[in-house]
């Protein structure tokens, strides 16, 4: 199993920064795919951004070019780098662990207008 941990979430006005981090326990995560999703009330929970062991990634259309997936295997952390922040990316975000298929707590991040 995997322990997952997330923070810096919080509130930034439209065009800011924030940058998520998901620190990993209790597995080898070096060889763990991971992936960030979220969810806006009322709505499901979508895939945000994946990162492979090797560090090949993928992205939802609506945040290709202004989110960055990225991991430290020595630290055991995955992070997103969100930047151009749109109101419609207000949502809870969850890290996830494709192994064991573990959810982080999750942390919400407001954006407004």
């Known amino acids: 199993q995997v322990q997952l941990v997330e923070s810096g979430g919080g509130f930034v006005q439209a065009g800011g920064s924030l940058r998520l981090s998901c620190a990993a326990s209790?597995?080898?995560?070096?060889?763990?795919?991971m992936g960030w999703f979220r969810q806006a009330p009322g709505k499901q929970r979508d895939l945000v951004a994946a990162?492979?062991?090797?560090?090949?990634?993928n992205y939802a259309d609506s945040v290709k070019g202004r989110f960055t997936i990225s991991r430290d295997n020595a630290k055991n952390t995955v992070y997103l780098q969100m930047n151009s922040l749109k109101p419609e990316d207000t949502a809870v975000y969850y890290c996830?662990?494709?192994?064991?298929?573990?959810w982080g707590q999750g942390t919400q991040v407001t954006v407004s207008s």
């Open positions: 990162i492979t062991s090797t560090g090949s990634t």
């Open positions: 996830y662990e494709y192994q064991f298929g573990s």
């Open positions: 209790g597995s080898i995560f070096s060889i763990n795919a």
